[in-house]
């Protein structure tokens, strides 16, 4: 039954040549093969640039959206004004 299945399929036939390209004359510019490194490090440094610049924005604007909610939140003990912190240094005492 395979058999005759395959058969029924029509096949195309594809004889392919590859194709040689025209003599021609290859131009070797010197001074543009400096472009090409000095372009691809300006792409570099303006993406390096733009994703730093999206990572402070979305930092940013996280940090506005946990200031907002504590706002909204509000407190038990109220609204802090000010804050202050202290460092406390504890020094053990041998008694002899």
């Known amino acids: 039954m395979l058999e005759e299945d395959a058969s029924d399929i029509d096949e195309e036939v594809v004889d392919g040549l590859p194709v040689v ?3 021609g004359v290859v131009e070797d510019r010197p001074a ?3 472009l090409v490194p000095a372009r691809q490090a300006a ?7 733009v994703a ?10 996280a940090r ?3 200031a907002a909610r504590r706002k909204r939140k509000g ?3 109220g ?10 240094d ?4 041998r008694r002899d």
Do not use: C
């Not at 730093?52 to 930092?59: F, P």
């Not at 609204?79 to 406390?88: F, G, T, Y």
């Not at 504890?90 to 005492?93: F, K």
């Open 52 to 61: 730093g610049v999206t990572t402070v924005a979305v930092v940013r604007g």
């Open 21 to 23: 390209a025209e003599p």
């Open 43 to 49: 792409a570099l440094a303006a993406t390096g640039f």
């Open 64 to 66: 506005a959206r946990r």
């Open 90 to 93: 504890v020094h053990l005492l």
């Open 75 to 77: 407190g038990a003990l």
């Open 32 to 34: 543009a093969a400096g």
């Open 79 to 88: 609204e802090i004004v000010s804050s202050n912190s202290v460092l406390i």
